[in-house]
């Protein structure tokens, strides 16, 4: 069976982003395969720990990649600093395709756009993908599932990392499905009586308070901080109130847009701009939101550049909304140049967690084995780019690990989805999937 088929039959996608499925990226012919190991969201180090530990089961996938899309050369991105990891890989390397690529400790050295222009020196083009450029580029975790899923093993467990004011930093396996509440039990829980969990990291993630969410297959790790912690509140704010705080203080200094890195790339991407949209508001929007359209979210702007503490990332956000619900895209006419001043402006990690006052918290997240089973889970059936999973399955079904219990057609965007515990299926909705032991 082809590795297309295998990792489309295991449900495989990316793991250290939105979910893209994997058995698509199979299909293409490039002329490089970069892995992303740069891991450069605050405090989670689940990456680190997977290439320390599982280095040859990680560049088993990767080889596997490199053949099928017959790629001449695979370039590993992982920080310098990370030197336990840079030889625990190097020392599992048996190809000379194979090449470390050494990067900063800066954020987001993991943006695709940026790892793509440190590995090959190629600008992808604006909303373009790295495949435009030659380039198919997978976290290592994906690379890890790709190795499993050709000895037909499905995803149905995901490794995530356990951070912030918990009593045991620790990274480990759990079955898709997981409560939080029994993530933070198993890492020693909180002394904390409030606090807000990150899920998937603190620039780009998102804020929850709910302990009965559950881990998906694009789940890197929760973060808990206590709940008047500068960066909970912050982004606890409705955007109406970001809005209002915006209209009113923005002097249109241009900070957002000088330390944007995909400006400085050299892509038409203007935050300062975008937040004129606010000022201006219904005069504003068909002018100022297009520079929106090129920003990938990062979060810099907001939680960095801003001297007055505003929220331009968001503002960006509402913009390409804007576009989207009109029908609109903005096409860059100026050809994308790397600004002569990048490298100065680079925003190194330690200064952001200085600033977000979480340096108190950075540890490592040792790898840990034996997180107990579950006696339920609850397997959602959007975790992935693309359609939905449909059930296959009903409610009194046994199943054992590794079932499949949700399908895709096979001409459609999206992955399978498998049992991640063996018991009994105990509610089935268009939303998601319970399975008690
Ligand atoms: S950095 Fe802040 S104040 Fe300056 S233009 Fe951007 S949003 Fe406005
Ligand atoms: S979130 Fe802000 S800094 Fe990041 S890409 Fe978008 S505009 Fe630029």
Redesign the pocket.
């Known amino acids: 069976m082809s590795l297309e088929k295998k990792l489309f039959n295991a449900g495989v996608v990316g793991a250290g982003g939105a979910g893209f499925p994997t058995h698509i990226k199979a299909k293409c012919k490039v002329e490089f395969v970069l892995v992303n190991g740069a891991e450069c969201e605050p405090l989670i180090h689940k990456d680190y720990e997977l290439m320390v530990n599982f280095a040859p089961e990680v560049l088993s996938g990767v080889k596997l990649m490199a053949e099928q899309t017959s790629a001449k050369k695979v370039f590993f991105g992982i920080k310098t600093k990370n030197s336990s990891a840079i030889d625990s890989i190097k020392n599992n390397i048996d190809s000379s395709k194979i090449e470390i690529c050494s990067l900063g400790d800066f954020y987001p050295a993991g943006d695709e756009y940026e790892l793509v222009y440190a590995a090959t020196k190629r600008l992808i083009p604006p909303r373009g993908l790295p495949l435009d450029v030659g380039c198919v580029v997978n976290n290592v975790e994906t690379f890890f599932n790709i190795a499993n899923a050709v000895n037909d093993k499905p995803v149905t467990h995901k490794f995530v990392s356990v951070a912030g004011c918990v009593k045991k930093h620790s990274s480990f396996f759990v079955p898709i499905g997981t409560s939080f509440k029994e993530l933070l039990e198993f890492a020693g829980g909180t002394s904390l009586q409030e606090y807000g969990i990150f899920v998937s990291g603190i620039l780009m993630g998102r804020l929850t308070f709910d302990l009965s969410e559950t881990v998906t297959k694009t789940t890197s790790g929760i973060i808990s901080l206590p709940i008047d912690h500068y960066l909970v509140k912050r982004m606890h704010r409705q955007n109406n109130e970001m809005n209002r705080i915006g209209k009113s203080a923005c002097d249109q200094c241009s900070y957002?847009t000088e330390?944007?890195?995909?400006?400085l790339l050299g892509y038409d991407?203007q935050?300062h701009k975008v937040m004129r949209s606010l000022a201006f508001t219904k005069t504003g929007e068909d002018v100022w939101n297009k520079y929106a359209d090129l920003?990938?979210?990062?979060?810099?702007?907001?939680l960095y550049?801003c001297p007055e503490d505003l929220y331009?990332?968001e503002a960006?956000n509402q913009g390409k909304e804007y576009l989207r619900k009109a029908g609109q895209k903005y096409e860059q006419q100026k050809p994308v140049k790397v600004h002569p001043i990048k490298d100065g402006r680079r925003v190194p990690l330690k200064q952001l967690m200085k600033k977000f006052d979480i340096l108190k918290y950075e540890t490592k997240t040792p790898l840990v084995n034996n997180f107990p089973e579950p006696s339920n889970v609850k397997i959602l059936l959007k975790q992935h780019v693309g359609n939905l999973a449909k059930s296959i399955v009903k409610v009194g079904d046994k199943v054992q690990v590794g079932d499949l219990i949700a399908d895709i057609e096979s001409n459609k965007l999206g992955a399978k989805i498998h049992a991640s515990i063996s018991g009994t299926i105990s509610h089935v909705s268009d939303e998601f999937i319970n399975i008690t032991k």
């Open positions: 957002c330390f944007c890195p995909r400006y991407v935050p920003c990938c979210a990062c979060g810099l702007c907001s550049s331009p990332r960006c």
